[in-house]
Nanobody
């Protein structure tokens, strides 16, 4: 079992920055892959970024490349999503997710555990 708790969402103006955090508890071994997803009203949940709990570089959606940075702090059992140059289209509920496995997947159905989500609103 993996329990996930996101934090850091809020309201920001376009061009601003936010950093989301996801604290994990329970199983946090090297075979876990962590992901960030988002869901805007009326839209499907979409992949943003993912990172293995142990080693390796993050993977990003095209919409996140160059603006978002996903990182991990193994000592704190926490992953982060630093979001810069935010746009109104980034407005969504952002979810942290975990899957058992080292393959980075972009499909939300591949993830086994989910946080409750945190709202990010970007005003234009």
């Amino acid at each position: 079992q993996v329990q996930l708790q996101e934090s850091g969402g809020g309201l920001v103006q376009a061009g601003g920055s936010l950093r989301l955090s996801c604290a994990a508890s329970g199983r946090t071994d090297s075979r876990i892959t962590m992901g960030w997803f988002r869901q805007a009203p009326g839209k499907e949940r979409e992949f943003v970024a993912a990172i293995r709990w142990s080693v390796g570089s993050p993977s990003y959606a095209n919409s996140a490349k160059g603006r978002f940075t996903c990182s991990r702090d193994n000592a704190k059992n926490t992953i982060y999503l630093q979001m810069n140059s935010l746009k109104s289209e980034d407005t969504a509920v952002y979810y942290c997710a975990a899957r058992i496995g080292v393959v980075i997947s972009k499909g939300p159905t591949e993830y086994d555990y989910w946080g409750q989500g945190t709202q990010v609103t970007v005003s234009s």
